[in-house]
């Protein structure tokens, strides 16, 4: 059976959320493998407040908990000993779907966030990077000219 640990600090689920995502209807996987450290998995669990109240947060933390556990013994020893830390962002369908749902999704979940990347990716972990700044959004408009009155006729 592999041991998974846990992530408690910030620095270490924001770095996860650099990493690669894996999205399903109830919950987003977010990972990314660790270099220079001890092997084995680290997993963390975000559940927002949009989600529901906190009786019904803390009731679908135990619920993804009780899958990790159910899934790590069924892990095979190459992905359990893989230094990866993965972060669980869950959303509401989490709290009424079916246990044996929640697992199979942790179960594709897993092996695709801790996936290693291409040789040459660079620290994005697989993500390609556009080379501009602005990428997706609108072209920006061209700048005024500094010697034109926008909007005043000439010798005014």
Avoid: W
């Amino acid at each position: 059976m592999a041991t998974i640990e846990r992530l408690k600090k910030r620095p270490d689920f924001l770095a996860a959320a650099a990493g690669r995502r894996y999205h399903t209807e109830r919950m987003t996987a977010q990972g990314i493998l660790r270099s220079g450290e001890a092997d084995g998995l680290r997993l963390g669990f975000t559940v927002t407040k949009r989600v529901g109240h906190a009786t019904e947060r803390n009731r679908i933390k135990r619920r993804l908990r009780a899958a990790v556990t159910h899934v790590a013994a069924a892990l095979p020893p190459d992905l359990a000993g893989r230094a990866a830390d993965i972060v669980l962002v869950a959303r509401r369908p989490a709290l009424y779907a079916d246990f044996a749902t929640l697992a199979d999704d942790l179960r594709q979940a897993i092996p695709a966030v801790t996936r290693p990347g291409k040789a040459g990716a660079g620290d994005a972990g697989g993500r390609s990077k556009s080379s501009s700044p602005r990428s997706g959004k609108r072209p920006a408009a061209p700048p005024a000219s500094p010697n034109k009155c926008v909007g005043v006729p000439d010798g005014q």
